[in-house]
């Protein structure tokens, strides 16, 4: 059973260019979940999709923005990029339906390192 | 304003002993808590986890304890091997969405090194 998967592994971009960076999600699950994490801090919620729309979002400007299609796969695209974008970028999945249950538990991929030159 | 804190950016331990990473946070409303280990090159690994009504849940080595009024949790590994040394994140959440989780509101991470 393969778990979450992202591509790509490493990216360089220069300013003001635009990235897609790519996450599958762990087999069963229906949410995806971006995370930023910069050098020397913990990952920070970008935004959450479930049933293809934006569920939730943190606080990143809408140079930041996302897409989940009908196979429950999802892309993360960052427009006009900033030196200050460099950083590791987490998909995570995990079973989002309102299961009733207790919390499901987000699964991380091994990140997209991005590097803003 | 950071709402999880793990104030120890390291820790070394000797293998056999135990390992305790701390962990406080500031937000009342946060619902369940969850510790994830990672290496250089990986995504996070969920480890174990804890919701509000506990105070204390066991997996194998691992035993996490909530202390609600103090706003504070702790990881103990028990005994710890030269595989665990890793960074250690904490994370918690509310509760959303008829309860799956929604944000998760990470620390910084704790290194924490295991020597034979």
């Known amino acids: 059973d393969a778990g979450v998967t992202q591509s790509p592994t490493h990216l360089i971009k220069t300013r003001g260019q635009q990235v897609t960076l790519r996450c599958s999600p762990k087999?069963?699950?229906?949410?995806v979940s971006w995370y930023q994490q910069a050098l020397g801090q913990g990952p920070q919620f970008i935004f959450q999709?479930?049933?293809?729309?934006?569920?939730q979002r943190g606080n990143f400007p809408d140079r930041f923005s996302g897409h989940q299609f009908p196979n429950y796969s999802s892309e993360l695209n960052v427009n006009a990029l900033l030196l200050g974008d460099s950083a590791l970028y987490l998909c995570a999945s995990s079973i989002g339906g309102p299961s009733g249950g207790a919390a499901d538990t987000q699964y991380f991929g091994p990140g997209t390192r991005l590097t803003v030159l | 304003d950071q709402q999880v804190k793990q104030n120890s950016p390291s820790l070394s331990v000797q293998e056999g002993r135990i390992s305790i990473l701390n962990c406080d946070y500031t937000?009342?409303?946060?619902?369940?808590f969850l510790w994830y280990k990672k290496y250089p090159a990986e995504g996070p690994t969920f480890l174990i986890s804890?919701?509000?009504?506990?105070d204390k849940n066991e997996d194998g080595r691992f035993t996490v304890f909530l202390n609600k009024s103090a706003k504070h949790l702790s990881l103990h590994i028990v005994p710890s091997q030269p595989g665990d040394s890793a960074v250690y994140f904490c994370a918690a959440t509310p509760f959303y969405y008829g309860g799956s989780q929604g944000n998760l509101i990470f620390g910084k991470g704790t290194k924490l090194s295991v020597k034979p």
């Open positions: 999709y479930y049933e293809e729309e934006e569920r």
């Open positions: 937000n009342s409303m946060f619902d369940y």
């Open positions: 804890i919701s509000s009504i506990k």
């Open positions: 087999s069963g699950h229906d949410t």
